[in-house]
């Protein structure tokens, strides 16, 4: 039980005779001051006493009680503080009962704070996964590649189809890295020739990556998460800019505002249909402004055509035309994407 608990000693302060200016016995080799304290499992619990002894020169071990006058000549060459280290077992249980708590207190934040930004992260990127829950032919994704020590570098990619929660992607020019909206953003696919085959993938895989830290790879592209979803709108637009009426025979001015278009050929649906050139055969290069003429036999009666157009990468668009003369109507119909 000694082991356990009980009492110790040691020497808080050593002074010699040469010290004092007083006569001290010859046979006193020095004087201790020591402090008594109690321990468990020797750790030092708290102080219980502290005295002045004189150690013998023929035996060291042994101690003897210091008078008076010598007592009151070692006080003045010897103020001692409180003994810190007798307090060692309470302090070293403070120090890790604070560090304890301290410890739950960050963990509990950390959690708190990560919480948080879980949800701000998860609130700020709702509109996105909305978006892909209605995801149409011709929206894009932007996604953004990690790249260490620069910011994130835009990917985009065209929705071409959707079918069972899932959407066929087509990825553009994955080392561009620049940023492209409105007009820019459409003529990024309309220009590209794909050199990557088009991707099925899961909505719910890509909802996702929208959150902070998660990623995948697509398109042979690692480390991706998704940052935008919109929709890419068709400049491609065919209209009429004005009618000039000339009686029994008027005439369309056309235009069409994209880009590497031809006119292949113009059908006759109703009514007299004839460009207003009559030097010009079709193919029609466009875009140039177009005169057609039409003839309209009766005032109640609708002058109709079909225009065939097709691009540079040989996709057709089909319009077609329908003038009243009678009430100055035109329609415009686009019959296929």
Not at 9 to 31: G, H, N, Q, W
Not at 283 to 299: A, G
């Amino acid at each position: 039980m000694l082991f356990i608990f009980g009492t110790n000693s040691y020497v808080r302060k050593t002074i010699y005779p040469s010290e004092l200016k007083m006569e001290v016995p010859a046979d006193i080799s020095c004087f201790e001051y020591v402090q008594h304290y109690l321990h468990l499992f020797f750790l030092p619990v708290m102080p219980v006493d502290a005295a002045w002894i004189a150690r013998s020169k023929e035996n060291k071990r042994k101690a003897y009680k210091v008078n008076q006058l010598h007592e009151e000549a070692l006080w003045k060459l010897y103020e001692p503080r409180v003994p810190l280290i007798c307090f060692l077992l309470p302090g070293l249980l403070l120090i890790g009962l604070l560090g304890f708590f301290g410890t739950n207190i960050i963990r509990t934040e950390t959690e708190s704070f990560s919480g948080n930004s879980e949800q701000i992260d998860w609130d700020n990127t709702a509109s996105i996964r909305e978006q892909l829950n209605h995801a149409v032919v011709n929206d894009y994704l932007r996604f953004g590649k990690k790249v260490f020590g620069e910011r994130d570098r835009p990917i985009y990619a065209k929705v071409l189809a959707v079918k069972d929660s899932a959407l066929l992607l087509q990825v553009a020019d994955t080392a561009n890295g620049q940023i492209y909206h409105g007009d820019k953003l459409f003529e990024l696919f309309d220009d590209y020739m794909p050199v990557i085959k088009p991707e099925w993938v899961r909505i719910d895989m890509l909802r996702g990556i929208t959150l902070r830290g998660r990623e995948m790879t697509l398109f042979g592209v690692k480390n991706l998460s998704l940052k935008e979803v919109g929709h890419i709108e068709d400049k491609r637009s065919f209209g009429v800019r004005k009618v000039n009426s000339y009686g029994e025979q008027d005439e369309l001015v056309m235009e069409h505002t994209g880009k590497n278009v031809r006119i292949t050929s113009i059908e006759n649906l109703e009514g007299k249909i004839a460009p207003a050139d009559k030097t010009m055969h079709a193919p029609y290069e466009l875009p140039t402004l177009f005169s057609l003429k039409y003839h309209i036999h009766n005032t109640d009666s609708t002058a109709k055509f079909k225009v065939t157009l097709i691009d540079m990468k040989g996709r057709y668009s089909y319009y077609t035309v329908s003038v009243r003369s009678e009430e100055a109507q035109l329609m415009i119909m686009r019959d296929s994407l």
